[in-house]
């Protein structure tokens, strides 16, 4: 199978952490993600040959050097699927113009809008007919590097980082 690849802003964070683990999502979800597997994805790669990876590279490299380190406040749940039974649970930033612009950058013309959010959980239990609580999340998140990550199915990290890369000048 080909190694599939996306670049992400990594999201782990402790207070990411507690207010998901309050919420439960595993009596709700069949998946739920772990603290080291949050990320705010800004473009999917899918399969890249070793030439498109080392270009990938250097690109995201130049690219993390044009911006500044910056907070995204997390401040809405997104939800995608159906009202009742929802596939995917996740949180969502407050309109940040950094964000928006590098996402631009990495996919200047999206085959969909970019909607940023980090995933808790998904694939609806369909056994469940309660909704997961609407604790609307109110708080912050520093991002101070992008990340390309690789898709590891088999494996108990799904999404494993590849390369990082540092946000801001070097000094």
Known sequence: ME???????STADETLTKYASALKLHDYYKT???PDEYHLTLRF????????????????????QTISPFTLEV????????AERPRVFA???????????????????????????????????????LLPPEQT?????SV???VLYKICPADR???QADTRFRIGKKQ
């Open 75 to 82: 401040d809405h749940l997104e939800r995608f699927g159906l």
């Open 91 to 129: 949180v969502g930033p407050r309109r940040e113009e950094t964000l928006v612009q590098l996402a631009a950058q990495l996919d200047p013309e999206p085959s969909k809008p970019f909607v940023p959010h980090i995933t808790l959980a998904k694939k609806w239990n369909q056994e469940v007919s």
């Open 45 to 64: 790669l899918g399969a890249l040959t070793e030439s498109e990876l080392l270009n990938w590279r250097q690109r995201l490299a130049e690219i993390a």
């Open 144 to 146: 101070k590097e992008i």
């Open 137 to 141: 999340p109110s708080f912050s998140i």
């Open 3 to 9: 190694q599939h690849y996306f670049i992400a802003l």
């Open 32 to 34: 739920v993600y772990e």
């Open 157 to 159: 990290s799904r999404y």
